[in-house]
């Protein structure tokens, strides 16, 4: 069964941070995701990486980067933290041919 | 630019009663995914349709996809307290890794 974890559940952070979330997958996947989820917003997509070292911006990327070292891990860096990034974030891999696995997510709040 | 509209937003029913939850999109694909979020969780794959006229049950859930139609539909047979959660349909983007995610139906089964 595919596995993919965040590291953490809840997170908490002054603003001006710099925030790293950190996501590990298990199967082997080449495409990882990161979404932010806000109610009434659904689902937005802030980047992708379909290959290690490879990334691309997805709906809303300002604010946010990315790194894949290794294909396994795909972090997602707040730069600067702003309270209006305070959402539910939730990373995702898959394969060719199959759906997109989610982790846990990762409640994060910016104060 | 693909958009995907589910109906209803929300959806408050009696335990055993039968309903339908739709999921419109607006550019050809040939596959489409449905998951399920609980409270507070993370997203949990629940149909892969790959085809058109691909039908998949599990227990008092069944999808179908019409790709003529860019219709998919979920229904629900008899609901149970248990099936209380946010449902969500995602359509990949044609020539890209992304998917585009439906707004989502909230269920809530009254006992």
């Known amino acids: 069964d595919v596995k993919v974890t965040q590291s953490s559940r809840y997170l908490v952070k002054r603003t001006g941070e710099k925030v790293f979330l950190e996501c590990v997958q298990d199967?082997?996947?080449?495409?990882m995701f990161w979404y932010r989820q806000d109610p009434g917003l659904g689902l937005r997509l802030i980047y992708f990486?379909?290959?290690?070292?490879?990334?691309e911006k997805g709906d809303i990327p300002e604010g946010y980067s990315v790194s894949r070292e290794k294909k396994e891990r795909f972090s997602l860096i707040l730069e600067s933290a702003s309270t209006n990034q305070t959402s539910m974030y939730l990373c995702?891999?898959?394969?060719?041919?199959?759906?997109?696995?989610f982790g846990n997510g990762t409640r994060l709040t910016v104060t | 630019e693909l958009k995907v509209e589910q109906n209803p937003l929300f959806l408050s029913m009696q335990e055993g009663k039968n309903y339908t939850i739709y999921c419109n999109y607006s550019t050809t694909s040939d596959r489409l995914y449905w998951y399920r979020q609980d409270p507070g969780k993370s997203l949990e794959s629940l149909f892969v349709l790959l085809s058109n006229g691909a039908v998949k049950q599990e227990g008092r859930l069944m999808a179908s996809l019409d790709t003529k139609a860019r219709l998919s539909t979920l229904h629900i047979t008899a609901a149970v307290h248990d099936l209380s959660a946010t449902y969500f349909c995602a359509v990949p983007t044609s020539g890209t890794y992304k998917y585009i995610f439906g707004t989502g139906t909230r269920l809530k089964v009254l006992a």
């Open positions: 995702a891999s898959r394969d060719r041919g199959i759906p997109l696995h």
């Open positions: 199967m082997d996947h080449e495409n």
């Open positions: 990486s379909y290959d290690v070292k490879m990334k």
